[in-house]
């Protein structure tokens, strides 16, 4: 059967997110430390992280919105020091810039460029990427996250919802994530075909196999071209 669609986890799949999360905890905490440095001493990084951390377990109904997690972690962090207008806003624009502010992983780019060229693309994501920012929104046909759709990975609606936005069935679509849980199982349960995009070389250990394995993505990409060659 072939694939009609493809859609495609982002963090970890087309760029290291870890450089960006650090990096932007640190534009954060520079800030504080210039504008409200009793807030920065009270809240250094690991606080700050362990805060945020506190907060998504105890705010379960948040667990598909990382961005609101975030913006409730700024809220707590301030009123423990006594403020009670916290700079929300400009703090997650610092960290919202600092975190798109991502490095592709070398195949990323010339891989989309050939998958966009034969089946149409649609990202999904639990995080707060925005491929607009990043400079990737051309080549997707629709973009999901959690927080749009109101469920994450890997529950099969937010799968699901990719396949009514194309217009193609579950069985039509590939999708392709490094997670073996969010991205594969996930995908699985939503009838979807899966590829496992194993850039470390771990061993499946996960249940099922996925349909696929890749290393990266311009074997996908080479896939995706045979497959087109031969369904044509």
Request: aromatic fraction near 6%; charge should be negative; proline fraction near 7%.
């Amino acid at each position: 059967m072939p694939v009609r669609a493809v859609s495609l986890d982002l963090d970890d799949t087309l760029w290291p997110v870890l450089p960006a999360l650090i990096e932007a905890e640190h534009c954060v905490d520079r800030w504080l430390r210039q504008h409200h440095p009793d807030v920065a001493h009270a809240w250094p990084i690991e606080a700050m992280r362990e805060l945020r951390e506190k907060i998504a377990r105890e705010h379960t109904h948040l667990s598909h919105d990382f961005s609101e997690q975030r913006r409730l972690t700024i809220r707590h962090a301030f009123a423990a020091c006594g403020i009670d207008d916290a700079p929300v806003d400009e703090l997650w624009r610092i960290y919202f810039a600092a975190r798109n502010n991502v490095e592709l992983y070398p195949d990323t780019l010339p891989a989309l460029e050939r998958i966009a060229g034969h089946v149409p693309l649609v990202s999904i994501s639990n995080g707060n990427a925005d491929l607009e920012v990043i400079g990737l929104h051309h080549f997707f046909h629709t973009r999901l996250n959690a927080s749009g759709v109101g469920v994450a990975k890997p529950h099969p609606h937010i799968f699901l919802a990719a396949a009514e936005a194309l217009g193609v069935s579950p069985a039509d679509m590939l999708h392709v994530g490094d997670d073996p849980l969010l991205d594969v199982m996930g995908a699985r349960e939503a009838g979807m075909r899966t590829v496992w995009l194993n850039r470390t070389g771990e061993r499946w250990s996960h249940g099922p196999a996925p349909d696929l394995e890749f290393p990266d993505m311009t074997s996908l990409a080479d896939w995706i071209e045979a497959s087109a060659l031969t369904d044509g």
